[in-house]
């Protein structure tokens, strides 16, 4: 009496499979196939483990980012403000650090603040972060002001903030052991910076896709009113994933300030904008309630990979921003057939 | 006389110089599906939405299996028993049948994963089979997104999930107002299967020979008034549009 049932399972399957992987896994495809050319034309420097290393701590801090970022898209919002908030968070966290270890004066070289003060500066950045997500989602979701202009808003805030506190000067005194042991450092041959990611990522990719706060961010940036009359409290929701971008931000501070030995106050206006587009990249739908971890870190990784390939090849850099740009369109462009199609299902 | 499952007496409903509802009246007895129908503007939308819990009359009782209740919000109908389907249906539509299903109501699996908030797919899943199997939903895949559905079956999700958590009434509205023939069928026998199962249904119509067909009884609006309250066995067309365009409340009592 209702859909035509006896229809060939395995070959709706097949089909299925095959959808899903020229849609969804597109890119990782294209991820696999930048690495294959690069590594066939210069498997020497392309492949040494020096500069495997050094792509994936580029990596790093923006996977952090971006991780943040894909649950804000999901939930079917933006959040601009996550480069400004790192140099907040990593401003009052050195400041602090800086004032502990009790080397005020000085705003050169490193201190010798212990452990105890490190760990007092990493807390301060995640709080310091996680206070702007709050208002972010706070203003969003109970003022009900769109994503786009609150988080435009506290991005100039933040960064506005960081410049006061610091004069506009960048914070050149940093712990030594956190830019020895965590910047520089690594364990079992893996940089530590990269373990750090790699934990953000797993951590965040679990809550997101296994549990049952995950699934209700996706409700909420599939469909807020269908999600509000389930009765999923859509609000502490939209209010929690903001946090938890200004979160990850605090943390990717912290791992800023531990690389550079210095914050890096003009060094992150583009973060939100590369964050975005890698989380679109990965498949993340802009529209919300779509969209993966995994995604995004092959989205991180597509125009790192990029532009070392063309300094290793020996094409201008510059050609890795005009190739990006294109991909961005593509992926999004991809993003749109796909919905369509699926649609007329 | 057995207890009204839902009752709504006397309802008035103004807004502004618009008297939308003046003297509703409007009963679900156990295991009947109840058509509601009315020309536009006869103050369906505004009974609806009082009885799912969305609006509050401005006087009038609501009882609920003979218990009077005041609802503040669809949320405290859904816990009295009584889901309504708007005709939005409120699903994700990014979101697989399962997940809509539980929308809100997740399950988590036993002992400290599940404290963790860790998701039990597997159990949301079979139950969910369990449940379209029993309404006689059958959906190409339990994978795919609400949205590549037709809109039929994205009806038929909507109307499973409501009967899932509803213990007593569905209230359907509008149900088949953008789906082709066979769909609107499906959908119809799905509105049967759900009262079979112990769960009455409120359906809201505009398709009079519909109504006659899967309705036990047929409750017509006219001007905000209860004007007839019909067998549908009984009943023909003619019947029908006669009180809708010209039935009097008195005729009723």
């Known amino acids: 009496m209702t859909t035509t049932t006896a229809e060939a399972p395995t070959r709706r399957d097949t089909g299925d499979l095959l959808f899903r992987t020229l849609t969804g896994g597109w890119i990782f495809l294209l991820l696999i196939v930048l690495l294959s050319i690069f590594l066939v034309l210069r498997p020497e420097q392309f492949g040494s483990a020096y500069n495997v290393q050094q792509l994936t701590i580029n990596a790093a801090i923006f996977l952090v980012l971006a991780v943040g970022q894909t649950y804000v898209i999901i939930s079917a919002g933006i959040d601009l403000s996550v480069g400004s908030v790192l140099v907040f968070s990593s401003v009052v966290s050195s400041k602090l650090m800086l004032y502990l270890a009790g080397d005020g004066g000085t705003s050169f070289g490193t201190t010798d603040a212990g452990w105890g003060i490190i760990l007092v500066g990493v807390a301060a950045a995640v709080l310091a972060g996680m206070a702007w997500g709050l208002l972010n989602g706070f203003l969003i979701a109970v003022a009900r002001i769109p994503a786009l202009i609150v988080t435009l808003g506290t991005m100039g805030m933040a960064l506005g903030g960081a410049q006061i506190l610091s004069d506009g000067v960048d914070v050149r005194a940093m712990p030594e052991r956190l830019v020895n042991d965590i910047g520089a450092g690594s364990i079992a041959g893996i940089p530590v910076l990269v373990l750090i990611a790699a934990l953000c990522v797993v951590v965040a990719g679990i809550v997101l896709h296994k549990t049952r706060y995950g699934l209700q961010v996706f409700a909420v940036g599939s469909h807020i009113e269908a999600a509000r009359r389930s009765g999923i409290a859509v609000n502490r929701r939209l209010i929690s994933v903001y946090a938890l971008s200004g979160a990850m931000a605090g943390i990717a501070a912290v791992m800023a300030n531990a690389r550079f030995g210095t914050t890096t106050i003009n060094g992150h206006v583009m973060d939100n904008l590369t964050t975005i587009s890698a989380v679109v990249l990965g498949g993340t739908s802009l529209f919300g309630g779509a969209g993966s971890v995994f995604g995004t870190v092959v989205g991180v990784f597509i125009p790192i990979i990029l532009l070392n390939g063309f300094v290793i090849m020996g094409i201008p850099p510059f050609w890795q921003t005009v190739a990006m740009g294109a991909v961005l369109i593509l992926a999004v462009w991809v993003d749109q057939l796909k919905r369509r199609l699926r649609k007329r299902g | 006389m057995t207890t ?91 979101l697989p049948p399962a997940e809509n299903l539980f929308l809100g109501r997740e399950l988590v699996r036993p002992g400290f994963a599940g404290r963790l908030g860790f998701l039990d797919r597997r159990a949301m899943r079979e139950r969910a089979a369990e449940q379209f199997q029993r309404l006689g939903v059958h959906l190409k895949s339990d994978r795919v997104a609400i949205e590549t559905l037709s809109g039929g079956q994205r009806q038929s999700v909507a109307i499973a999930r409501a009967a899932m958590w509803a213990q007593r009434v569905i209230i359907l509205d509008e149900p088949t107002a953008a789906l082709g023939v066979v769909q609107t069928q499906r959908v119809l026998d799905l509105a049967k299967r759900v009262r079979d199962q112990g769960i009455s249904v409120v359906l809201i119509s505009h398709n009079m020979p519909q109504v006659l067909d899967v309705a036990d009884r047929v409750q017509v609006l006219r001007l905000g008034q209860t004007v007839a309250n019909l067998d549908a066995s009984s009943a023909s067309v003619d019947d ?10 008195e005729e009723a009592a």
């Open chain 2, 4 to 94: 009204p499952l839902l009752e709504a007496t006397d309802i008035h409903r103004t807004f502004g110089h618009v008297q939308a509802l003046r003297g509703a009246n409007f009963s679900v007895m156990p295991n009947e599906i109840v058509a509601l129908i009315g020309d536009n503007g006869a103050g369906k939308s505004t009974l609806v939405k009082i009885l799912s819990g969305a609006d509050r009359p401005d006087t009038g009782s609501i009882r609920v299996a003979g218990e009077t209740m005041h609802f503040g919000s669809p949320y405290d109908a859904q816990q009295a028993g009584i889901a309504t389907v708007f005709q939005d249906l409120a699903l994700a539509p990014d």
């Open chain 2, 240 to 249: 029908l549009v006669r009180e809708m365009t010209s039935g009097t409340a």
